[in-house]
């Protein structure tokens, strides 16, 4: 009997707290399961938001006043408030980047020819994704784990060098983020991991990103306690 998943392209959706590592984790968990790394649809409303003009020139308002390097819970208000506005604001169609995002990962799983690759914060179970790929696409969930401590120290080193890299050359490099991770946002995190390795169909990976990303729990191997899988927080 010929296995029709042979001859599926890939939905590989990356999941992860901010500063986990997801973009580390795409790459890995693209090479192991055989994922078109040279061609594929990518659908990460982030990079949608950071290209943004009106999100640029917001946040080059914000750091005329403000110190990134010892950010404040008011710096920070005012990141998520660009980001959000600009991520909500429906443009002249009426679409939010919400919209155009969703529209990019729907048509291209109803063509069904593309790779594609979706970007989760994974704090709630990506059902609406796998229902919407109809069986068409082999499913990867590549998710990322990683302490409070270290997806916070992430996401300030980060900033600095978007923010480097952006005030050098803003026409070819995206504006830089600053979210602030909360330990309730990587709880729900856990919980839906727990959940996914439990009782998912799709093939699941889950990377240990704590500095060197280590391959923790594969559902494609056999043997392996489910339980011992999960270690966030």
Known sequence: MVDGRAHRPTLLVTMGVM?????????????????????????????LVTKDEDYQQNVRSILATNDLDHPSDALYQAFHDAYFTARRTPNRDGQTMDDLNDATIFATLAEGRMDLHVELTGTVPPQWLLKASKGQYNVVLACAEVTYE???????????????????DPQRNPAPRLPKLTRGALHKYGQVLRTLIDTSNERVLVYTNEGTLRLRYDSARRGREREAAVRVG
């Open 19 to 47: 500063g986990s590592g997801k973009s580390k984790v795409f790459r890995a968990a693209g090479t192991k399961v055989g994922f078109n790394l040279d061609s594929y649809v990518s659908a990460v409303v982030d990079d």
């Open 150 to 168: 270290t997806a916070v120290e992430r996401i300030h080193r980060r900033a600095l060098g978007e923010l480097h890299r952006f005030l050098r």
